[in-house]
């Protein structure tokens, strides 16, 4: 499963990878800010939209770092 993902990343420009950052980002404040003072019925939906992000962040890394 989460080969799969790091493949499909892989596959995606750079512009394509910071929309899907930006986007995660938006998730993660509405999940934050959303729920403050009710309780989330996802608990693991912040946990898991950081590691996305974190992974894509990665990806754009080792692209950034290979090219020099």
Avoid: C, D, W
């Avoid at 990878?17 to 993660?28: S, Y």
């Amino acid at each position: 499963n989460l080969n799969i993902y790091m493949k499909e990343l892989k596959n995606k420009n750079p512009q394509e990878l910071n929309k899907m950052i930006a986007e995660k980002r938006e998730t993660l404040r509405h999940f934050r800010f959303g729920t403050a003072g009710a309780k989330a019925k996802n608990v693991k939906l912040s946990r898991t939209t950081r590691k996305e992000i974190a992974r894509m962040m990665t990806e754009l890394s080792i692209r950034k770092h290979a090219t020099k």
